[in-house]
């Protein structure tokens, strides 16, 4: 996959390629799953808009002749106000062959508005008439060879979960580069397209008029249950629920996947299996331990990732994905839209607040789609101090349960508190304004089987090769640093911080030093050993509040600046300090 930054340098490169088809559309309307089984690539599609926040491109063949395809950011018109829009029209301004329009069948009017929007462009384009699927189950019925004559272009019925319409709309589109000819361009002197946002708009009305047929047989229940997830009286108590029972599948099957498999994998078969083969082949000493010592590479190396993390990981984005694919969260955006506006947001970035449950990275990326700036640095000033990541959470977990679940209740009451403290000061202290929210209700679906499974592969494989890569590399460095005797002097140098202030064992010095590489690092070494409640919760506060990724801060450079970068490692580092330190002191004169 290649997905991109919307970065000058970047996109310049792409805008110069040859050959290419532009998959274009409102936003939510299917164009990633277009994409991803067009090109065989590895797309995100997700129920919400703004899935898809910079570009992506993959190879396509259409009648033997090589194209690229790409998959632009979803628009609802192009007047180049938000960053999408400004991809949307440099690609548009890049000479490509032809145009892949996708509308949404259950939206048809307002898709029509940015098809006309398009037209003035002159390239050929090809309509697919998405959601047709869910278009029937409303009673919605649309008459395509109409809607073909008025748009001058072929139409293709498609519904993009089934690949139902692929070959037909390749087809259209071969027919199409054959004849390359301008289609009611403005330009090109014929005078047919719409000009202005409100002739457009009259035209996109009065063409919906003519095709679109309703037979008023819309799925009420449907309609009724998205109320409810709308509405503060049933809303709230919906939401309560669902993260509860999200909660519980992530707990209690992350527990029980790694009981019952992931570590008699480990720790009966893999670990046994290189030790066996490496005592039998290299001596006692200092390079058999880096292998197959305290901190081996092939122990921890498969005990953290595999038997720790990742049955967490799995099944966060098991829940998060079908959250995502069912419509909920853009849902759950409009419930708190209220209470996120006080905090310089828009409700509609709480889906970038959950994914930062999973991994900041998208989180960060994923707030590109913020109409400002200044939500876009609250968002992320969230997700980096106050939000762990599943990683980290897996290893928390493991970590409190040793001990007692109660231990959770002081830790999530005060990392609300600084959750609503970081909001407020991030609100009220970054410059700029925040715009009233504009979401779009997308439609509830059962999530298709196909599409599902493949986000899941696809968050699977970033994970064991952005997240594992990192670690694996840092857990290298803890084996020689062990075996050379540099964390031990790094545990006398930070004594007075690690077991004076914060009064945790020696082995959490080697926890901040791993944790800089990855977040969950910081608190691996200290699952299995025997500590105190007090430690525990002291340990826990501090992980949640220490440094984000290596990772993330290369991030957050690209996408602000180094210096933001820079700040928030400062902020979080000694926020981290403070606050364990502080209930570690209470802890010990109160208990
Ligand atoms: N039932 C049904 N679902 C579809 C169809 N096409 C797409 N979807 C679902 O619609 C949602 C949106 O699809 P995406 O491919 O993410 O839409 P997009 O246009 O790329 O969205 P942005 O990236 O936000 O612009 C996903 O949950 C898809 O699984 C369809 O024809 N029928
Ligand atoms: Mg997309």
């Known amino acids: 996959m290649s997905c991109h930054d919307i970065n000058e ?5 792409h805008l110069s390629q040859k050959n290419k088809i532009l998959l274009m559309g409102n936003p939510n309307v299917g164009k990633s799953v277009f994409f991803s089984r067009m090109t065989g690539m590895d797309a995100i599609s997700s129920n919400y808009s703004g899935t898809t926040v910079s570009y992506t491109q993959g190879d396509m063949k259409l009648s033997d002749k090589g194209y690229t395809l790409i998959d632009v950011p979803g628009v609802f018109s192009l007047k180049s106000t938000s960053e999408a829009e400004d991809v949307a029209e440099k690609f548009l301004s890049s000479e490509p062959e032809a145009i892949i329009c996708v509308l949404d069948a259950t939206n048809l009017q307002r898709s029509l508005e940015l098809a006309l929007e398009l037209k003035s462009y002159g390239i050929p384009t090809a309509y697919a008439l998405n959601f047709l699927d869910v278009a029937k189950r409303e009673g919605i019925e649309i008459n ?12 293709v019925e498609t519904i993009a979960v089934k690949s139902s ?9 071969v027919e199409l580069l054959k004849k390359a000819e301008c289609r009611g361009c403005e330009k090109s002197g014929c005078g047919s397209c719409p000009k202005g946002r409100e002739e457009i708009y009259d035209t996109a009305r009065e063409i919906t008029k003519k095709v679109r047929k309703t037979n008023a047989k819309a799925d009420r229940n449907k309609t009724r249950i998205s109320d409810w997830m709308i509405r503060p009286s049933t809303g709230v108590p919906i939401a309560v629920l669902i993260m509860a029972l999200s909660l519980g599948m992530i707990v ?3 527990k029980a996947l790694r009981a019952v498999f992931f570590l008699p994998l480990v720790n009966g078969i893999i670990v046994p299996f290189f030790k066996n083969i490496f005592t039998s082949i290299i001596p006692e000493g200092i390079i058999q331990n ?11 190396g498969f005990e953290w990732p595999i038997a720790l993390i990742f049955p967490y990981v799995f099944l966060f984005y098991v829940v998060f994905s079908f959250l995502e694919d069912m419509g909920y969260l853009p849902r759950l955006g409009i419930l708190f839209d209220n209470l996120m506006s006080r905090f310089g947001m828009q409700g509609g970035s709480i889906i970038n607040i959950m994914m930062g449950y999973g991994c900041a990275i998208p989180a960060i990326i994923g707030t590109r789609a913020c109409t400002t700036k200044k939500e876009r640095l609250v968002v992320t000033t969230l997700v980096c101090v106050t939000i762990p990541c599943i990683s980290q959470t897996g290893a928390l977990i493991e970590l409190i349960s040793s001990k007692s679940y109660l231990i959770f209740l002081p830790l999530a009451l005060i990392s609300l508190i600084v959750f609503i403290s970081v909001a407020s000061l991030a609100g009220r202290f970054i410059n700029g304004k925040v ?3 504009i979401i779009q209700i997308p439609n509830l679906l059962i999530p298709d089987k196909k599409t599902y499974g493949k986000k899941l592969m696809i968050r699977m494989k970033h994970f ?7 670690m694996f590399f840092a857990i290298v ?3 020689l640093f062990k075996e050379t005797g540099f964390l031990d002097v790094i545990a006398a140098a930070s004594s007075p911080l690690v077991q004076g202030w914060l009064g945790l064992p020696q082995q959490a010095a080697d926890g901040l030093l791993l944790g800089i590489v990855r977040r969950e690092m910081s608190i691996a070494p200290l699952v299995g050993l025997n500590l105190t409640s007090l430690q525990v919760l002291v340990a826990g506060l501090v992980s949640l509040f220490y440094l984000p990724c290596l990772s993330v801060f290369g991030i957050i450079a690209s996408e602000f600046n180094a210096k933001t970068a820079a700040g928030i490692a400062v902020a979080t580092t000694c926020f981290a300090f403070l606050i364990g330190g502080l209930v570690n002191q209470i802890g010990l004169r109160l208990f």
């Open 9 to 13: 340098k970047e996109i310049k490169k």
């Open 144 to 155: 395509v060879g109409m809607l073909s004559k008025l748009l001058d272009s072929p139409v």
């Open 165 to 173: 319409g692929f070959e037909e709309l390749k087809e259209a589109v």
């Open 252 to 254: 209690g099957g992350g």
């Open 290 to 300: 880096v292998l197959i010592g305290e901190y081996g590479i092939f122990v921890i």
């Open 435 to 437: 715009d009233p929210m």
């Open 464 to 470: 064991l090769i952005e997240a594992e890569g990192p």
């Open 477 to 479: 460095i803890a084996a």
